[in-house]
């Protein structure tokens, strides 16, 4: 069964920190690019963040950018999403999904992505 489950959310006090995981079983993570969405209540699924098959290339949202990190370890089936300096704006429910691609492109529309996880939830509150 293919399936992508996500992890690390939670509550956090503006200006700090928390690390996403996203774990793959049942497919292997090599030729998939992977993206980071996020979707608050009331709003449209939006990109945060996206890594190509290979890592080589990325893609921030304008409003996370210098603030987020995107990496993958192909070898553990993994990909993280360092998120520094947080603020309320960032609450929502985070989402972790897996697009095949041809080459080294990096989609960020949520129509080229293939496999979802669950979803975490951020909640960024005082």
């Known amino acids: 069964q293919l399936q992508l489950v996500e992890s690390g959310g939670g509550l956090v006090q503006p200006g700090g920190s928390l690390r996403l995981s996203c774990v793959a079983s049942?497919?292997?993570?090599?030729?998939?690019?992977i993206g980071w969405f996020r979707q608050a209540p009331g709003k449209e699924r939006e990109a945060v963040s996206c890594?190509?098959?290979?890592?080589?290339?990325?893609k921030f949202a304008d409003s996370v950018l210098g603030r987020f990190t995107i990496s993958r370890d192909n070898a553990k089936n993994t990909v993280s999403l360092e998120m520094n300096s947080l603020k309320p704006e960032d609450t929502a429910v985070y989402y972790c999904a897996a697009g095949w691609t041809y080459s080294d492109y990096v989609p960020t529309s949520p129509h080229e992505y293939d496999y979802w996880g669950q979803g975490t939830q951020v909640t960024v509150s005082s």
């Open positions: 890594i190509s098959s290979s890592g080589g290339r990325t």
């Open positions: 049942g497919f292997t993570l090599d030729d998939y690019a």
